[in-house]
């Protein structure tokens, strides 16, 4: 059945389910069992960030439907996102505007290139719009790519590029930080600071990039007030610059708060004086919001709900709600300026920057934020009660430390909770954890053994109450399984 343009406009989805074509597949093929899938999957589909020899004897969870702040998966159960997919389904799942947009867009102007003197109202608009939304009144220039990995790529060029281009070409190193996530591309897992991923392949880091500790009160404040280590966090990036030597330092690359590295939230002093910091050595500030951009902070940007001025800013995840893959590197005037007026071309690019079905999703996402006021409501109603949930474990005998900044949670399992001594790895807690939440209805993720919650900006009342009755219990099976409890 073939449909009318206007008619593809007026309601795309719902006329192309009548139409009987459901997300591209075969009807036939959506009736398969789960272990079809899974061996399906097996043959042919290899996973990021996944132990493929664990999955070939568990198999995977195939998801085949999501609804607001749940998916569904091909046994029928209900699960309640409480990680919003990667952090980044900021609206939930299968809002129809969003569907909408895409599907509008897609029949107006379904691709165009932007390399050759070229431009499209999307990407214009949208370009305008993050400029307008971002904090102080630098941050004016859009470099749009496909995901938060590329916003770091271009991130370090661009610095790079900077330094160049007014004279200090031995300003090479990026300073970033232990336990950060910025990607998985050679130079965005080469600034990440989780040692797994430096053993794994690829020669990275690559040169040029080095790490101080991560401002994680937990692991590294005992006997410290918060806001004594947060001057002392502030001083390693000062330590390192001396180390490294000043004149070779281009830029520090860190995370408003570090989510995959655990919701590891600044400490009280941290920021002012890392800013302070990067101002003396006139170093670049590159703060990669890519997941607390867009909400998760309970502010547009985490550089707002944390007074950060930044001179480079990296989006991504939320900025579509997951719904298009898109990522925005925002450069200040100050680095745009140099590239612009001295540097001719800059031989940097991809096929798909700001592709228009993704800067439209963007768009109506941002609209959809705005109109329904969820950062209000998430800043005013959300994270008051989700702070104070959080603190109710503070106590729990398998709980180390229980934190939360805006809507990041984390729980750190601990063996020993007094002498903040974590299990040893092999026991595989955190998963075990996950596990026993997933029984039960709700997605925790186990980073390592720090399990964390990101639950959609949309989450009700009821969704809020459950998923912390089910952080509970999985908390207790957890500790009864490994002897804290009985
Ligand atoms: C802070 C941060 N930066 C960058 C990335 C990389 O984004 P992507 O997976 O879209 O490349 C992530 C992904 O989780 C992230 O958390």
Redesign the pocket.
Known sequence: MKLSRDALIADPIWRRREAGCKSGLDMTETQLTTQAWRDRDLAHFLHPFTDHAALRSDGARVIVRGDGAYVFDSEGARILDGLSG??NVALGYGRKELAHAAAAQMAELSYCQSFFKTTHPTAIALAEKIAALLPGDALNHVFFQS???EA?ETAVRAVRRYWELVGRPERRVIIARERA????TAM?ASLSGLKPMHGAGGDIPLPNVAHIKAPHYYAHGAGMTPEAFGLVAARWLEEAIETIGPDKVAAFFA?PAQ??GGAIAPPPGYWAEIQAVCRRYDILLCV?E??CGFGRLGAWFGSDALGIEPDIVQL??ALTSGYAPL?ATVLSDRVADALIERGGEWAHGFTYSGHPMCCAVALENIRLIEDEGLIERVAARIVPRFSRAIETFADHPIVGEARSIGLMGGFELARDRKKREAFPHELHVGEYCSAEALKRGLAFRANGDTMTLMPPLIITDDQFDFVFAVVRESLDATARKFGLMD
Do not use: Q
């Not at 996530?181 to 998985?184: K, L, T």
């Open positions: 990667l952090g995901s938060g990995s770091n996530y910025h990607g998985s965005a995370e989510s995959a990669d890519v997941v991504g995840k990522s």
